[in-house]
């Protein structure tokens, strides 16, 4: 026989004796077990998570479509309108807000991270960790709620000022209460994420680098900064993906000119504009953006951050 | 910054690290303080301080809409963490036991509800349910909630898997449990301080959504969406007694879940 | 379009019997289910209350799910009602026509039995197949409206819509620190400066864009491109120093001085301006808009006997008189009004004389144009 079909004769031979009933009902038995662990959750994210992106994708490729309204027809126009300036204006400030809230939470952030894994005394450093995570759990309405009353004209801060004498602040309904409202949001965040990286840190690299003769401040920039790479990394990924996509904060404190993507979104399905085209071409892009955002920023971190072994 | 050692040495002279991080206690606490004591406050106005009182309180308490809104909260994320809880803990333990084909493209997907940003998942579901006309009710929102509630309450118990002693399951199949049994009474049992953290997380996770339930919730009316339309029309005294409420419910609730990450480290 | 923060603005339904249900399901709720039920019985509404406990469990005939504005009901009138019908109230608010558009044709509107739109947003309503025809043999008290309501422009001869309220739309601003006061829309841009950041408009894409085509002598309902083109252009120069968009919740501000003037619907500056003579509320000259709301079934509505008896209901004069001298919103039940007191009869900005009401125009569908309306007001919004 001529040497190709020998070789392809003789798999489809050993696949047709592997292939008889007797083995297919014994993979279809050993596959109940994972199917019966993995499958209900599986279908369910399939049906809630992966068939709705899917249907937004296709959706965001129809012009115009209202609620009610049949496909007519597909075309580039909506994702066209994001880059008009008043839209693309929306995505960078959207972007600046969430980079800005980073920054913040990483600079003031650090420090107490700091502090608390490696200054503060040993027997009491989860607890107060755990002080400083609390407000999360507190519902993030009601935190940026008590902003609202401390911000406003007629608010706390300005009864404060004005009782010390000094002159009041209009921070309401401008970019700077939005930015502290984001900051406040999701800085325990960051230093969660940075006090479990910085609790790993071992000493002895920064023992060995003092004995080397290196001054505090090059210790800090040439050891620890590049040890706990992954952990800022991971931090400043966390917070800059959930302030890029948060509604409460610029909705609330924000004024007239601080509209967000999230924002924009939501008045394009249950607002007035009732453009559920244009409404699913921007949470494309924003998913777009969020992707984007994990790409870069992987590149510093963990590369496989294997929680599912 | 000072290295460690320093810091032992100097612990008497203040660090500029430790005045940061007093600053960011109190960031981080005096707006919830301030809403405290503006919600003893008998005047309507935060600016005058009229005198301690219950008023606030007590008009809470009369609030039936609230608690409408409230016991809406409740139900839906009480089912959606009872049913995630199962799924989520099963989903966890088939990724770490076995491989297949598309392995990565399953763990993937069941990262997506915390990566994609709330509003996206939010509007995503709605364009599914218009699509195939369910009209929205308590259950769909109950639904939409089960995705991210199962999603997080994986990855705690996937966590703590990893930590898990195997040779307590080979133990039980060698003595002649099935391996339903062995995942049953001795697996689930390990793993149940994790999947009470998980619950719990997923469970305040849930109680504070607004986007997703929004979109998805129809004639249900979710503490969230209720609070959010009273804060946008206005200051109100009564929910700054309702946050000190809710406030403190949280914070039972941090305890709790740290009780249980406690426990489930010691095992 | 008017909707209106009673002075309690809590709205409540006297639906304990939805609440039990919904609260054996939710363990934790069960306890402060108990604990609320209690006190607010003990307490006690306040209101003709006291046989509610008893009808709720011989006559209940289901629940009646409402989407309204916010505050068009109150504790009172829910109450009022279920005692008389023995069928409970649920309401659920929204602050704008199209937001409860959206939220119906996004399938979230199935629970209500009974909405409250605005008299151009009926019109689109009816066209888009939303809305039953009603069964005229049904309502009882229809001939009690005026004249004006009996076969309104936006539903010839009533078919799908009973005529609620109607009011205005004004300026409210704070009389004692504003030395000059507002006549017109252009006191918001002659005077920008004074008001920087101090001064609200509605946030309601046709009474504003409408607001500022009237002060530019265009009509509330242009559909000429170039015109909504220049209205948006004026409101786009007025934004820095606009506060917010602002349909409701603009009280405590103008009340502790955050603001200065506010664009609201009559329903709420009136009673304003009434408990505090500080504040005035007065109607442009170059004209507002006056609107008019009203009650419909829509075609999803599930328990459309009880939208009949709610309808019913707020026809009877004596209702609509007492929840007009609670909530003052102009009625169009003739009847109703001559039960009035002399004072909100002669309520100028209630009912406004008829010259100026000649300048105001009702807001109307404009078809094709509302693409561009939406469009220019998410760009102002979005700017």
């Known amino acids: 026989m001529p040497q190709g079909m020998d070789k392809g004769i003789k798999p489809a031979v050993a696949l047709g004796r592997t292939l008889n009933l007797a083995n297919v009902l014994k993979m279809l038995k050993a596959s109940i077990r994972p199917l019966g662990l993995l499958g209900p959750a599986g279908v369910w994210l399939l049906l809630l998570m992966v068939l709705p992106t899917l249907l937004i994708t296709e959706l965001s490729f129809v012009p115009g479509l209202r609620p009610g309204e049949a496909i007519e027809g597909y075309g580039l126009l909506n994702y066209l309108r994001i880059l008009e300036p008043t839209y693309l204006q929306v995505l960078r400030r959207s972007a600046t807000f969430a980079t800005g809230t980073t920054l913040l939470c990483l600079l003031l952030g650090f420090p107490v991270a700091y502090w608390l894994a490696l200054m503060a005394p040993k027997r009491w450093r989860n607890l107060l960790l755990v002080l400083f995570i609390l407000p999360l759990w507190t519902s993030s309405l009601l935190r940026t709620y008590a902003w609202i009353t401390l911000l406003r004209p007629s608010g706390v801060i300005n009864l404060a000022l004005g009782a010390l004498g000094l002159p009041t602040q209009s921070l309401m309904n401008t970019h700077w209460a939005v930015y502290i409202g984001m900051t406040y949001s999701f800085l325990p965040y960051m230093v969660l994420i940075l006090y479990a990286s910085l609790e790993r840190l071992d000493l002895r690299l920064l023992e060995a680098a003092a004995d080397l003769g290196a001054n505090p401040r090059t210790t800090f920039w040439r050891v620890t900064v590049p040890q706990t790479l992954p952990g800022i990394a991971a931090g400043c990924l966390l917070v800059f993906v959930t302030s890029l996509g948060d509604f409460v904060v610029p909705t609330l404190l924000g004024g007239p000119s601080s509209m967000t993507i999230s924002r924009l979104i939501y008045n394009q399905f249950l607002g007035v504009a009732r453009n559920w085209g244009f409404g699913s071409a921007l949470s494309m892009v924003l998913i777009l953006m969020v992707s984007l955002a994990i790409a870069l920023l992987l590149k510093y971190g963990d590369r496989n951050p294997e929680i599912y072994s | ?267 | 379009m008017p909707r209106r923060i009673s002075r309690n603005s809590l709205l409540s339904r006297t639906s304990r019997r939805r609440f039990l249900q919904g609260s054996a399901a939710a363990l934790a709720g069960v306890g402060l289910a108990n604990c609320q039920r209690t006190i607010g019985e003990a307490g006690g509404t306040g209101e003709t209350a006291s046989t509610d406990a008893a009808s709720d469990s011989t006559q209940a005939s289901g629940t009646l799910h409402i989407y309204t504005w916010a505050d068009y009901t109150d504790d009172e009138l829910a109450a009022q009602f279920t005692e008389a019908t023995g069928i409970d109230v649920k309401v659920d608010v929204y602050d704008s026509n199209e937001t409860m558009l959206a939220k119906m044709q996004a399938g979230g509107g199935a629970d209500y039995s009974l909405i409250y739109p605005s008299d151009y947003m009926v019109t689109e309503m009816i066209d888009l197949e939303m809305l039953t025809e009603l069964d005229k043999s049904r309502l009882v008290g229809l001939d009690k409206i005026r004249e004006k309501w009996k076969s309104p422009v936006y539903d010839p001869d009533n078919s799908h819509s009973v005529p609620y309220s109607w009011g205005t739309t004004g300026l409210l601003y704070n009389s004692e620190l504003l030395t000059t006061p507002p006549t017109d829309w252009d006191y918001l841009w002659d005077n920008s400066d004074v008001l920087s950041r101090k001064m609200t408009m509605l946030d309601d894409v046709r009474e504003t864009m409408g607001a500022v085509l009237s002060s530019l002598g265009y009509s509330y309902n242009a559909t000429d491109p170039a015109e909504l083109e220049a209205a948006y252009q004026k409101l786009l120069e007025l934004k820095p120093d606009l506060a917010s968009f602002k349909s409701f919740g603009w009280q405590d501000e103008l009340l502790s001085g955050d603001l200065l003037l506010s664009m609201v619907y009559s329903v709420e500056g009136i009673p304003v301006s009434l408990e505090n003579p500080t504040f005035k509320y007065v109607i442009p000259e170059s004209g507002s808009s006056v609107w008019t709301d009203t009650m419909v079934i829509p075609t999803s509505a599930p328990n459309v006997d009880a939208a009949y008896e709610w309808i019913n209901f707020n026809l009877q004069p004596k209702v609509s008189q007492e929840t007009v001298e609670r909530l003052f919103f102009a009625t169009p039940n003739g009847e109703a009004m001559t039960m009035l007191s002399k004072e909100l009869l002669e309520n100028e900005n209630l009912f406004p004389p008829e010259d100026l009401l000649a300048k105001c125009e009702g807001i109307a569908p404009v078809g094709e144009a509302n693409a561009l309306y939406d469009e220019y007001w998410t760009k102002v919004t979005s700017a």
């Open chain 2, 1 to 267: 910054m000072n290295s460690a050692k320093d810091a032992t040495k100097n612990r008497r002279r203040l660090s500029w690290q430790a005045l940061v991080t007093v600053l960011m206690y109190s960031f981080m606490y005096i707006p919830i303080i301030i809403l405290g004591v503006y919600s003893f406050n008998e005047s309507r106005y935060g600016a005058i301080w009229k005198g301690f009182s219950l008023t606030w309180y007590r008009k809470l308490m009369g609030d039936e809409r609230l608690f409408l809104a409230l016991g809406d909260s409740l139900k839906i994320a009480l089912c959606a963490v009872a049913v995630s809880s199962v799924l989520g803990t099963l989903m966890a333990v088939g990724l770490a036991r076995y491989r297949f084909p598309g392995k990565s493209l399953y763990v993937g997907v069941s990262y997506l509800p915390l990566i994609i940003p709330d509003i996206a998942i939010a509007v995503a579901t709605l364009v599914f349910l218009a699509s195939v006309s369910i009209p929205l009710s308590l259950w769909t929102a109950i639904a939409a909630h089960m995705v991210f509630c199962l999603a997080y309450i994986a990855i705690v118990v996937s966590s703590r898997l990893q930590g898990l002693d195997p040779n307590l399951e080979e133990a039980a199949l060698d003595l002649g449990a099935t391996p339903t049994q062995a995942l049953i009474r001795v697996l689930i049992p390990q793993l149940m301080p994790a999947i009470l953290s998980g619950c719990l997380l997923a469970f305040v996770l849930s109680m504070d959504d607004l986007l997703i339930s929004s979109f998805t919730a129809g004639g249900a009316n979710p503490l969230p969406i209720e609070i959010f339309s009273r804060v946008k029309t206005g200051i109100k005294p009564d929910i700054n007694a309702l946050s000190v409420l809710l406030i403190l419910a949280s914070g039972l609730i941090a305890a709790l879940s740290e009780y249980f990450r406690y426990k489930s480290e010691r095992i």
